[in-house]
C-alpha cells in the first residue's frame, strides 16, 4: 500500500514538473490565424 502511494506522489511530481515545463505555452493563447487574403480583382 505504501509502495503504491509513494508511486502515485512520484507520477503527480512528475506530471507537475512536465506541467510547470510547458505552462508558459498554455498560459499564452496561441497567435491567431492571418485573415485570408482578399481574392484578386479581375
Request: glycine share 2%; hydrophobic share 40%.
Amino acid at each position: 500500500m505504501k509502495k503504491k502511494l509513494t508511486s502515485i506522489i512520484l507520477l503527480t511530481a512528475m506530471l507537475g514538473m512536465l506541467c510547470t515545463s510547458c505552462a508558459p505555452r498554455h498560459i499564452a493563447p496561441p497567435p491567431p490565424p492571418p485573415p485570408p487574403a482578399p481574392p484578386a480583382a479581375p
